[in-house]
C-alpha cells in the first residue's frame, strides 16, 4: 500500500457545487496531516492544516479519521478559482518533527462556469 | 522577505554534464529540502536538511548531491545529467518543530530538460 492515496481525479463540477476529495495514508503512527493546493505550472502552497477534531476555513472544511487512516477535504460553493491540484500530505515523524513530508500525488479539480 | 528563491527557472543540459540548482531562503528556517515532481509521480523527496552541516537523503537521491554550508542555502548538484532527471525541481523550506504541524515554504521550481 503506497504510503499517501488520492483519488487523481479530474474533478470536473459546474460552479457552486460542493466537492469533497478524500486521502488515505498507510502509517498509523502519522502525526500531522495538511492539504496544499498547487495551481497549473506553479509551486504547492499551504491550504490548510487538519486537526484532530477537524476544522474550517471559510468555504473548506478539513476532517481526520485515524481509526480509519484517511483526511477528506470538504468545498462548498465551488468559485473558478478553485480550479486547481490538491494534494494530501503527511508528515510520519512520531516525536520529531524533522522527518519530511509525505506527498499524495494530488487531486485535479477543474470548476466549470 | 524573498521567501524562497531558485534560480535558474529553466536550464537545458546535455546528458553527462553537471550543473547546480541554488535555493535560497531568508526566513532562518532550519529545515530545507528539494523535491522534484513528474507528471503522474506527484513530488518525490530527493534530499533534505535539518540545519547547516546536516543532510541526509530523501526517496530518490541518485545522482544528486547536496550541501548545506549555511542556513540560508541548499544548492542540489547533479553530478552527470542524464534524461532521467528532466523534471521540475522544487525546493522547499520550513521551521523546525518537535512533533507538530509545519508550513513548508516552496520555492517557484525550476525546469530542467537534459536532452
Known amino acids: 500500500r503506497k504510503e499517501v492515496e488520492q483519488d487523481p481525479g479530474p474533478f470536473n463540477v459546474p460552479e457552486g457545487a460542493t466537492v469533497a476529495f478524500n486521502c488515505t495514508y498507510s502509517n498509523s503512527a502519522s502525526q500531522s496531516f495538511f492539504w496544499y493546493r498547487q495551481d497549473c505550472r506553479k509551486e504547492p502552497k499551504l491550504l490548510m492544516s487538519?486537526?484532530?477534531s477537524g476544522n474550517e476555513d471559510g468555504r473548506f472544511t478539513a476532517q481526520l479519521n485515524r481509526a480509519s487512516q484517511y483526511i477528506s477535504l470538504l468545498i462548498r460553493d465551488s468559485k473558478l478559482s478553485d480550479s486547481a491540484t490538491y494534494l494530501c500530505?503527511?508528515?510520519?515523524?512520531?516525536?520529531?518533527?524533522?522527518?519530511?513530508?509525505?506527498f499524495g500525488k494530488g487531486t485535479r479539480l477543474s470548476v466549470i462556469a | 522577505n524573498a521567501g524562497v528563491t531558485q534560480t535558474p527557472k529553466f536550464q537545458v543540459l546535455k546528458t553527462g554534464q553537471s550543473m547546480t540548482l541554488q535555493c535560497a531562503q531568508d526566513?532562518?528556517?532550519?529545515?530545507m529540502s528539494w523535491y522534484r515532481q513528474d507528471p503522474g509521480m506527484g513530488l518525490r523527496l530527493i534530499h533534505y536538511s535539518v540545519g547547516a552541516g546536516i543532510t541526509d537523503q530523501g526517496e530518490v537521491p541518485n545522482g544528486y548531491n547536496v550541501s548545506r554550508s549555511t542556513t540560508e542555502d541548499f544548492p542540489l548538484r547533479l553530478l552527470s545529467a542524464a534524461p532521467s532527471q528532466t523534471s521540475v525541481y522544487f525546493c522547499?523550506?520550513?521551521?523546525?518543530?518537535?512533533?507538530?504541524?509545519?508550513?513548508?515554504?516552496f520555492g517557484p521550481g525550476t525546469r530542467l530538460t537534459v536532452t
Open positions: 487538519v486537526y484532530s
Open positions: 500530505v503527511v508528515n510520519m515523524a512520531i516525536n520529531s518533527g524533522n522527518t519530511p513530508l509525505v
Open positions: 526566513m532562518n528556517h532550519e529545515y
Open positions: 522547499a523550506s520550513s521551521f523546525r518543530t518537535s512533533g507538530s504541524a509545519y508550513e513548508q515554504y
